[in-house]
């Protein structure tokens, strides 16, 4: 049995497996993310992307840890253009085809394997202001969409016995029918934010592209700090730009390669 051929890479601890659309074909992707995905029994990740490629093209699709799909993740998808400029190294951009539309990441550096892109996540959409009964409190919080759905708490306290508590009850709050994201954001300076990050499918993370993303245009929007910010989780510092000119947000940061080997899957 050849088993499933993988590449796991990280962004900030944000870890995604890469797997080729031909290694599953006639499996069923949302038990083998699962399988795959187990930090015991698996191989362990936040999530698995399932490629196909085209030239310096790739379209994805993602799914969580515990199977669910998801449209976007802005470290998932540099993860996939570290891999695709791996294997073609005098490509210097990327487009990542995703539920949520193309995403074009810019190489800006490298060292070694690991690779930092500014990637185009587009325009956020739908932002709101929201005040929820959520794990016996009330809270206000800004709801988004960045490609996919984000919750944010400004001026959050960061306390962890608080963040345990609140993440899972406002991923699944019913004013969210598919779940979200969830950021805790702390301001630290008109430039500089710190996040906790509650994700979708999966609970506690090191990072999230997206929501950083989702927590940079919160605090800007409602007056908290620049449009230019470096926004700080536990497994490092991301720079979000989002530009007034035309609405865009730019994402930068770097990825990682792991491991690549073959997985022999339990689950048909």
């Known amino acids: 049995m050849a088993g499933i051929f993988v590449v796991k890479r990280h962004a900030y601890g944000n870890d995604f497996l890469l797997v080729p659309e031909q290694e599953i074909a006639g499996r069923d992707p949302t038990a083998l ?5 187990h930090r015991q029994t698996g191989i362990g990740a936040d999530g698995m992307m399932v490629y196909t490629t085209t030239g310096d093209r790739v379209k994805m699709r993602l799914f969580n840890a515990d199977g669910s799909p998801s449209e976007v ?23 990542v085809d995703t539920i949520a539309g193309p ?28 005040d929820l009964d959520a794990a016996g409190e009330r809270v206000r919080v800004i709801a988004l969409s960045v490609g996919n759905p984000q919750c944010v708490l400004l001026n959050d306290p960061l306390d962890p016995a608080r963040y345990h ?3 899972p009850a406002l991923e ?30 999966v609970g506690p993370t090191t ?16 007056g908290c700090t620049a449009r230019d910010v470096e926004v700080i989780s536990p497994g490092g510092s991301q720079r979000v730009e989002w530009r007034k000119e035309d609405g865009q947000i730019y994402l930068t940061g770097w990825a990682r390669l792991v491991l690549e080997g073959r997985y022999f899957a339990v689950s048909a």
Not at 181 to 199: G, T
Request: hydrophobic content about 45%; overall charge positive.
């Open 207 to 222: 990072a999230s592209g997206t929501g950083a993303c989702g927590a940079a245009v919160a605090a800007a929007a409602h």
């Open 172 to 201: 699944h709050h019913p004013v969210f029918p598919n779940r979200t994201n969830v950021s805790f954001l702390r301001v630290e300076a008109p430039d500089r934010v710190r996040i906790l990050i509650w994700e979708r499918g």
């Open 73 to 95: 993740s802005g470290n998932g998808v540099r993860c996939l253009a570290a891999l695709m400029v791996r294997d073609r190294p005098a490509t210097l951009s990327v487009t």
């Open 33 to 37: 993310a699962r399988e795959m995905c």
């Open 103 to 130: 995403k074009v990441l810019d190489l800006v550096a490298r060292s070694g394997d690991t690779l930092t892109f500014r990637a185009s996540m587009g325009r956020p959409d739908d932002i709101r202001v929201l």
């Open 165 to 167: 508590r609140l993440g």
